[in-house]
């Protein structure tokens, strides 16, 4: 079934976000995934929204980010996708990280979801930081308790682009993606588990190589369960090792006065000695005296998005 609505790209708080543009857009109904407009904040000519809606993969209300810069009001214009790392909601990237300047002027639209699951009642999902909620680690459980909403890889690989391509004015085949910690994990592995999904792949500060920090030892843990094997299967160094598929384009930026780095959670050589024993490029550059917070991104953030721009907006 097919239908019409014209609308004018605005503001629309409180309702459901069906108006996307001054031109008519036709879409089948059965694509159309409901969303809520939560906030709207006109920025850079473009438009920086927060929405919800009810995730099939994880089985509770979600929020993701959306900056739509106003090239989108009458073209279709690619996605790059952020994921934040622990602790954080979909609010840390789109106040702190100030990347809607560049993707208005490079056409692009950022979208940045929450980080975990939330409120699904699951007994200690909210008791650590690095476990549980705000630290879903991009991957889909498959332990009994955390398997049901647990589903983080799914969710960012396939329903929230879904969601994306369904409401706004997208080029579907153009996407990217990009993170921070966590996040900057997650991004790596997504691009590497899904060659020619992603044009680029860019991090800050990436958890590496989990399966060999404390961080990633305790979330494939709990999330995935003893057989370590199973781990292997998420870590983008172990996944770097066999990636055979179209070229990534991995740009990495760590900073060295990171207390993380220094502590041994990030380990970036070891990917870098992934990257290299299969032949897989990747930049990696030590920024000196940078540590691990949004000051570091808000720095880098315009280079990242520039380097992404290099493959999506050609
Ligand atoms: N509370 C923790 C550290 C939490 C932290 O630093 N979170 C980072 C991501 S760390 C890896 O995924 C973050 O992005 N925080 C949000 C922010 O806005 O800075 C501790 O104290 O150790």
Redesign the pocket.
Known sequence: MLFGRLGVQSCKLGNNYKFLSQKVFYRSARKMAKITEESCNKMFKGFQKVFSHESSELKCTMKFGVFIPSEAEDKKVPVLYWL?????TEQ?FVT?AGAQRVAAEKGLIIVAPDTSPRNVNIEGEDES??FGSGAGFYVDATEEKWKTNYRMYSYVTKELPEIINSNFNTIPDKMSIFG????GHGALICAMKNPGKYQSVSAF?P?SNPVKAP?GIKAFGGYLGSDQSKWLEYDATELAKKYNGPPLNILVDQGSADN?YIQGQLLPDNLVAGCAANNVPIVLRIQDGYD???FFIATFVEEHINHHAKYLCQ
């Open positions: 934040s790392g622990l602790t954080c840390n702190k930081y690095d921070h910690s966590m996040g500060a958890i961080w993380f691990h917070s949004y």
